[in-house]
């Protein structure tokens, strides 16, 4: 799927919906209940546990106060029915609308929080590491944004929306913590789908090793997805300027930061889940530290991969991987330019089977060094810089391992 290169920055403020001005800073515990008590029923960002355990968009469902002073705060975690309370003694930080608005005093004596905030610090040191080696590379990383730059970017977007829907009203807004959705798809048929899109963001988080609740997104991910493929097609060239060529969806990653991705439904309910995630999956990338270009056969190969593993019930995946496995027995290699450098050059149709199933194989041998892989690229290196930094291996090494892998010796 062809992704469409432009760029920007946007962002917003918001938890639940809702507008969020009497967050700003952080609070101690005896202004916990008071700053916390607008966002009864909202989804928070994070709450990060002493212990090192991160709470991601939680309920807050209540809070438990002595006097005037918040003791606990009850939380109802993300696709739970139930409710826990939470002590706030053991809560090391809260954030909502991107802004930590609590925070555990520096000078707490528990070992819990002290190890979390260690385990904050290494993370610290380690984006610092990844920034030094970018300029190392001449790679420029994303520019990190406040709270409210984020809110002003999703502003924007709903704005861009509000355009969309003069032409298109039957389209309806709704929001996750990661994602600004807009369709006319019923929502009782939608509500599924969307929370796809947030398994797939934790699944990438968990992947690349960043923190859940972090932000990766410029603001949201906006998601326009149609009911009909005529509105679909309408839509691309009208406020994206470019044409469908029949695809299912379109990914749209701007040079500026913002991701806008477009679709329609078709008939296949488990296809369009996987489209969903395939295509929201190349925005992800884009995001993730830097906006250096991965080289299209890893992110199509990402794409698919992750979407077979937050949608195994799509048998696309595994089919497109069995037509690739004929056709390098058949043709003794990966065919003509699949490690193109060049992001701009798109791999072949049978070629997608051969990157989700190169994938595949790279993290089974190690997921922390394929990550490791990815990194190194985002960092500013070569396919090859990055290979042997992670792997130790050349990209001959590479092809050769996984054509023994897959029954064929000699893979060129």
Request: hydrophobic share 45%; glycine share 8%; charged share 25%.
């Amino acid at each position: 799927m062809k992704p469409f290169r432009m760029i920007l920055h946007v962002a917003r403020l918001f938890v639940g919906g809702t507008l969020v001005l009497a967050c700003a800073g952080w609070a101690p515990a005896d202004e916990l209940a008071s700053t916390l008590e607008p966002l009864v029923g909202q989804t928070l960002d994070l709450v990060e546990l002493g212990t090192g355990k991160r709470l991601v968009r939680p309920v807050l469902e209540g809070i438990t106060t002595r006097g005037d002073r918040a003791t606990a705060i009850r939380l109802r975690a993300e696709g739970e029915s139930k409710t826990m309370s939470v002590p706030v003694s053991g809560i090391a930080r809260i954030i909502a609308g991107r802004e930590t608005i609590h925070e555990a005093d520096a000078k707490a004596s528990s070992a819990a929080l002290a190890r979390s905030r260690r385990a904050r610090e290494i993370h610290d040191q380690q984006q610092a590491e990844s920034l030094e080696r970018m300029k190392a590379h001449g790679a420029e990383s994303w520019p990190s944004l406040t709270a409210e730059e984020h809110a002003a970017q999703v502003t924007e977007l709903e704005a861009f929306v509000a355009e969309v829907r003069k032409d298109f009203p039957a389209l309806a807004v709704s929001q996750t913590h990661e994602f600004l959705v807009a369709t006319d798809i019923p929502a009782a048929q939608m509500a599924p789908y969307m929370a796809k899109l947030d398994a797939m963001h934790d699944f990438l988080c968990d992947l690349y090793g960043i923190p859940r609740g972090e932000p990766v997104w410029k603001g949201k991910c906006l998601v326009i997805a149609f009911l009909r493929e005529e509105d679909f097609i309408a839509f691309e060239p009208r406020f994206m300027k470019v044409e469908t060529e029949g695809a299912h969806g379109l990914c749209h990653q701007r040079s500026d930061g913002r991701v806008v991705m477009a679709c329609h439904r078709g008939n296949d309910q488990s296809a369009f889940a996987h489209m969903l995630v395939h295509e929201t999956s190349h925005g992800f990338n884009h995001r993730w530290m830097s906006p250096e270009p991965l080289p299209n056969w890893l992110n199509e190969g990402i794409a698919e991969w992750v979407g077979a593993q937050v949608v195994p019930t799509c048998r696309q995946v595994p089919m497109k991987e069995a037509r690739a496995a004929e056709f390098m027995k058949t043709n003794g290699g990966v065919g003509v330019n699949f490690f193109a450098a060049d992001p701009d050059h798109h791999i072949e149709a049978v070629q997608y089977g051969i990157a989700s199933s190169l994938i595949k194989f790279m993290v089974a041998r190690d997921r922390k060094r394929f990550a490791a892989f990815v990194r190194g690229i985002k960092e500013g290196m070569s396919v090859d810089e990055s290979l042997k930094a992670s792997f130790d291996a050349s990209l001959a090494d590479l092809i050769a391992a996984y054509g023994k892998a897959i029954g064929v010796p000699g893979l060129k």
